[in-house]
């Protein structure tokens, strides 16, 4: 087994800043020396030189749609090519959704993922499982999936005929979760008023991008959100509600925390640096940047970044979710509606939040806490990953902060035709990358192999008591 010393850099956790150099031994953090002390550790380790760089722990995304079936199409990273361009970001975690089939299991939807997954990602996963047909039978396999390490399962208030559950089917998952330890996800839109309003907005000849942001109207994702946080109080489960956009859905989640109730909320970075607008720019190109939760206009981001300093919303998570311009988005031309729903996003997300912290809208500490530590611990995988601590998996960024880099499809390393940040400057960059003791990005090199990861099993979410 190899021994590994990344020398000389600053290392930020999410609770502190320290000069140390780091010592890897094998697949697992060996500890952390003053500066200068290790090589008394072992004279014949590697030594990565981390001068001027901040040592950080390996990005945890926990909200990735690799290969998801959407709209008649799929997303267009596969496990291999979505992990690849994650390393490359320097996130070495990604927890995806396996899907219940329709008619199906979620024992079903879980297999499926796994045998997509399997030998495949160049980075470790795990699998949150969505519950797209809630029954006696799904309810009763959750319990074993949980002791598998599935331990998440995500619902949709959004999406009638698809993935939607209703208030009945919502409160006896959560009833469920509340005696098997489940944290259950929320997709928190109105979609049976949303669909009125698509229906209309056709039936009025509005087809383009722009009325995709116009019918998810934000009090429908705030109405959403308060119902999903009432049924979770009356079930007595936890809650975590993902992609959360509008400010009114915002107050939801804060009012509940601040009743002391275990909600949770995650954001994404395309909340975060683009606006409603997008879905404007001429010949169709909007599409590029439909998701759901729509982009916002732009006041709601101001409540957004508050949110994520005062911890009302405690994760950002790309829900990385692509679909190529020419030939999937433009199965929408003519029918807002028929756009498939996502962005790409997943090897960015490291580098968007650092230029917040560049931008001083958040600290270091807090962008390690907020794009690792924490959805490490929410999704029962810390201290393995999130954490530099002996004994974590000695996955590591040796990040450059002074890195000028320009975002742009021609440079990307995601499967898709367009970036939703083209042109976009950014200060900083993951050097070097190391997932379980393996360098799998170096200086701009790709030294990472599918097959490397693994599929993580999950403990429950660590924030409950
Ligand atoms: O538009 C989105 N977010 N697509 C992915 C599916 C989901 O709802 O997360
Ligand atoms: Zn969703
Ligand atoms: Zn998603
Ligand atoms: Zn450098």
Known sequence: ??????????????TEEIRADVLVDGERIAGLLAPGAAEHWDATARVLDATGHYVIPGGVDAHTHMEMPFGGTFASDTFETGTRAAAWG??????????????????????????????RCAVDYGFHLILSDV???????????????????????????VFYSDDGRILRTMQRAADNGALVMMHAENGIAIDVLVEQALAEGRTDPRVHGQVRHPLLEAEATHRAIQLSRVAGAPLYVVHVSAAEAIAEITRARDAGLDVFGETCPQYLFLTVDELARPGF????????????PAEHQASLWQALRT?????VSTDHCPFCFTSQKELGLGDFSKIPNGMPGVEHRLDLLHHAVVEGRISRRRWVE?????PARMFGLHP???SLAPGADADVVIYDPAAEQVL???????????????GKRITGRARTVLSRGEVVVDDGRYLGRAGHGRFLPRDTCQYLT
């Not at 087994?1 to 999410?14: D, F, K, P, Q």
């Not at 949980?146 to 619902?155: A, R, Y």
């Not at 440079?411 to 083209?422: G, I, L, P």
């Open 311 to 315: 911890n009302d919303l405690s994760v």
């Open 408 to 422: 742009s499809a021609e440079t990307h390393h995601m499967n898709v035709d367009y970036s939703a940040y083209e």
């Open 135 to 161: 029954g006696e039978q799904a309810l009763k396999e959750m319990d074993g999936l949980v002791g598998e390490g599935i331990t998440s399962f995500k619902l949709f208030m959004a999406y009638p005929g």
């Open 370 to 374: 907020l794009a690792s530590t924490t």
């Open 384 to 386: 393995r990953k999130g």
């Open 90 to 119: 320097g996130t070495t975690t990604i927890v995806d959704f396996a899907i219940q089939p329709p008619g199906g299991s979620p024992r079903e939807g879980l297999d499926t993922w796994h045998a997509k997954a399997e030998g």
């Open 285 to 296: 190109e909007g599409a590029k940047y439909v998701c759901s939760t729509p982009l916002r």
């Open 1 to 14: 087994m190899s021994r590994t010393i990344i020398r000389g850099g600053l290392v930020i956790t999410a």
